[in-house]
């Protein structure tokens, strides 16, 4: 996974859409920071995160948000497009 992959994530039912903007190692793992998509999914999620964490009285930092990239699927996306595009003619 590299800078500007064009990245995707299952929430639940929701797939939330990203590009990665940054990456570090640690620990043997590789971390990436995401730029998401503004969609109702991810609105979704950050919502019930500031809640949880307010129930906890903790800060939310997006700025601070790795993600493991075993937890990422990279796509390709104007591959994914087309086969969006052919499943709908069908």
């Known amino acids: 996974m590299i800078i500007n992959d064009t990245v995707v994530q299952v929430q639940g039912n ?3 859409v990203g590009t990665v903007s940054e990456t570090k190692k640690e ?7 995401v730029d998401w998509v503004p969609t109702e999914a991810r609105q979704g999620i950050e919502t019930n995160l500031e809640s ?5 009285r903790e ?7 790795w ?9 390709n ?11 709908c003619s069908s």
């Open 77 to 87: 996306a104007e591959a994914l497009i087309e086969a969006l595009h052919q499943s």
């Open 27 to 33: 620990n043997g793992w590789l971390f990436a920071r």
């Open 59 to 65: 800060d939310y930092n997006p700025e601070t948000e």
């Open 52 to 56: 949880l964490l307010e129930i906890r």
């Open 14 to 16: 929701s797939l939330i």
């Open 67 to 75: 993600i493991r990239c075993s937890k990422l699927i990279n796509v």
